[in-house]
């Protein structure tokens, strides 16, 4: 070959395959290549870490003596993928050659010649035991949440009101103020607790939806209602438009509230006196799409990717009260249906909220 004609950013044959085995060993994930007949032909490092066998005791063996997961009691993952699609990150519990259970994240790729021929693949997996182990003290903290936080604060706030009910004697005007703002303050303590169980829960798969099928316009008019007083206080007009066809969606009653509920507040809360808030709701192909409109002050654009994001508030929630739960908790719930939520806005020129629930409910 011509000197001319090699590519002056090719390196050399030996120096590629030094690079690919130098980027196979530093891998910040275990990885186990196979050839065709599913034989061991390489492992990296910390893939002899999670699998406790050292090159000398994989290489030659079939992936299954090496590999030895609990997906492997039913078909081999590698297996799977001479004629089908690739796995990309399933969880499984790998069983080391110490004997030890380790929970793995774990994805497939196949390697096939000119003519689609399988010939090898790859096993690319990572322990996630120190992200389980931290799931696993967020769970703790929720524990502690509810039970170690809750229980005291709505006991007191019981107390307080017996006292500002006269249960232990007449009050003096001063003191009737001190416990009434003590029981303000109680209630909002309670409110962020609750809030942030609600969160948490959603967040960690403890709290999943339960569905059943609900009449949309039916919920959302309740929810509407709920709020006219609120909207009324300020001189707001809330108008809804809803589809002819009547709509029934498969999702959690409670659940699709509080996502109502949350956004046509906010609404309320950040638009100006005497304005309009606006709820579209409407069937598009297999999913029913809602929009929730304000006249408020909108988002600034550099906001946008943290407004749904735990204890965030934008800089223009101003002075009105909250704990940055709300949005973060209504993703959660539309995630967990399956949906999808979005918003767009403009400075100045208010914002709209617009989120999906599927016509089918998501398998488990």
């Known amino acids: ?25 530093n891998a910040p994930a275990g990885v186990i290549v196979v050839d065709e007949k599913m034989t061991v032909t390489d492992i990296n490092a910390l893939g002899q870490k ?39 990150d399933q969880e499984d519990v790998l069983q080391n ?38 799931e696993e003290e967020r769970r703790h903290l929720v524990n502690m949440f509810a039970h170690d936080l809750k229980t005291p604060v709505v006991g ?23 416990l009434e703002t003590i029981d303000k303050e109680m209630r909002r ?3 962020l607790i609750n809030s942030f169980l609600e969160f948490a829960r959603l967040d960690l798969h403890i709290l999943k939806p339960i ?10 008019q309740e929810v509407m209602t709920l709020l006219r007083p609120l909207a009324e206080a300020k001189s707001i007009e809330i108008d809804a438009e809803f589809p002819q066809e009547v709509l029934v969606l498969p999702a959690d009653p409670l659940l699709f509230r509080r996502v ?28 029913v799409r809602f929009a929730v409109t304000d006249q408020g002050p909108g988002i600034a654009l550099e906001e946008l990717p943290q407004l749904f994001k735990f204890f965030y508030r934008g800089a223009g929630a101003g002075k009105e009260k909250g704990f940055g739960l ?27 909220f617009f989120f999906t629930f599927p016509m089918r409910a998501q398998e488990a």
């Open 97 to 134: 050659n110490r004997g030890e259970q380790v929970p793995i994240l774990f994805s497939t790729l196949a390697f096939r010649d000119e003519t689609g021929a399988f010939k090898g693949g790859a096993l690319i997996f990572r322990d996630m035991s120190p992200f389980k182990l931290l």
């Open 260 to 287: 109502l509920e949350n956004l046509l507040e906010n609404a309320i809360k950040y638009s100006p006196t005497h304005s309009r808030i606006g709820l579209e709701v409407r069937r598009d192909k297999e999913e």
């Open 211 to 220: 569905p059943s099928a609900i009449e949309v316009e039916k919920e959302c």
């Open 189 to 191: 303590l309670e409110k």
């Open 50 to 88: 999670i699998t406790g066998y050292l090159p000398q005791e994989a290489l030659g063996r079939h992936c299954r003596e090496v590999f030895h997961a609990a997906l492997c009691g039913q078909k081999c993952p590698l297996e799977m993928i001479r004629t089908a699609e690739t796995i990309l």
């Open 156 to 178: 007191m706030s019981g107390l307080v009101k017996r006292l500002t009910q006269g249960k232990a004697g007449p009050l003096a005007p001063e003191q009737r103020v001190y």
């Open 326 to 352: 709300g949005l973060a908790t209504v993703k959660r719930i539309i995630d967990a249906h399956g949906g999808r939520i979005w918003v767009k806005t403009q400075p100045g020129q208010g914002a709209a």
């Open 1 to 25: 070959m011509d000197a001319e004609n090699i590519s002056p950013t090719m390196p050399p044959t030996q120096t590629r395959i030094e690079l690919l085995h130098f980027i196979l060993q």
